[in-house]
């Protein structure tokens, strides 16, 4: 090879070594502002107590990759860590809904399983069997018109009975009538026994369930802002359904049998603007033919819902959630920028107020509450914070039936 021939060569291989070496420091800096952006995350969406623990599911993205993880984390009387368990298949996932069974937990949530999914920011719906230590035992996923997943679940004799949604993803266009709100039977080995939807492909959802008199009944919302209880028989065959117009983007997303009755809560839309700025929080009375007999709703700071219900032993409804104002200074033409407080609401049965009650006046942070449950005689609630420098981060808090706060753990 002549002089020039090599100088040539040369100046090839330094411009490959300088390409590479930028690209490198390229992605080393990628990774560092993206590490820098990402708040950390630590959330619990769900809680049970079995045998004087307390077992909770969510989310965590404390991870190098910074992927959000479905988690689910038991708890002794202190609420100290026992042990702690993530899904780490896929790429970002989260429960949504744990349950107790004779040997375990089962969670549900969902998990974006391929890196297609990760880039459109769809889902697979996820169901996972733990045993007490937390092992698991088997997981099964579903995924029917490309973005899935599971929001709640309760145990029957022979398996469970598991809902949710399963929608086309945004920019797709299709006729399945497969899709929307679903509804899933799974025997106790999570065999699929049967699989019904309801609602338009592209917004029906299904956010609890519960099983009341030998039959099914399912809550959260059609193809509109309409809110639904849907009454279904133990093979999955539809009956009826009950509404309530109209409601926010979620409809109903929790229900309790309280007495002879079901229990819905929401939140109420009440402006005709494109965006939920203004709801109210909504409690709603059906009978077992899915007939609303009687509603309430709560005015916070402006986007206000009731997320989760429970009852004491005077069937007082004992209620959380959260109210929310737009923060005119940090939203954008873009983005709406929300303050958040927690609720803590008590009502009779028949709906007359005893309290209402918010948690967390500091501008700086932000409080969503999760679920509530009725331990010793005072109610447990969880739920996140959001700190302005530090992310989410998760935590219990302990009512007396008064509405005070006793303890934040």
Known sequence: ?????????????VLCVVVLIVDIVYVCYQKMVNKEESKYFDSINSF???DSYLVAVGSNNG???LDEKAKITKYNKNYEKVWEKFYNRGYNSTFYKVVADDDGYVAVGNFQKTKKEK????????????DNDGNEEFYKTLQILGDSTFKSVVVVDDGYIVVGQSIYEKSTLG???QGGAIIVKYDQSGNLVWQKNYGGNKSGLFNDVVVYDGFIYAVGKNYGRVGIMNKYTNEGEYITTGSYEYTDTLGFTDVEIVGDELIAVGSKKISEDEYDHETDALVVRFDEDCDNIG?????????????????????????VGHSAILDKNKSTKTKNVYTYNGILAKYKQNLKEIYVMEYGQDKNNNDYFTDVHLMNGKYLVSGYSKYKKDGYFSKFITYNTAGKVLEVH
């Open 1 to 13: 090879m002549n002089k020039l021939g090599k100088r040539i060569l040369c100046g090839v291989v």
């Open 48 to 50: 049970i107590s079995k």
């Open 63 to 65: 991870n190098d990759e």
């Open 119 to 130: 880039k459109e920011g769809t889902h697979t719906a996820l169901f996972v069997k733990y």
């Open 175 to 177: 006729l399945s009538e």
């Open 295 to 319: 509603s309430v709703t709560y005015k916070g700071r402006g986007l206000d819902r009731f997320n989760t219900i429970t009852h004491d032993e005077k069937n007082n409804l004992i209620i």
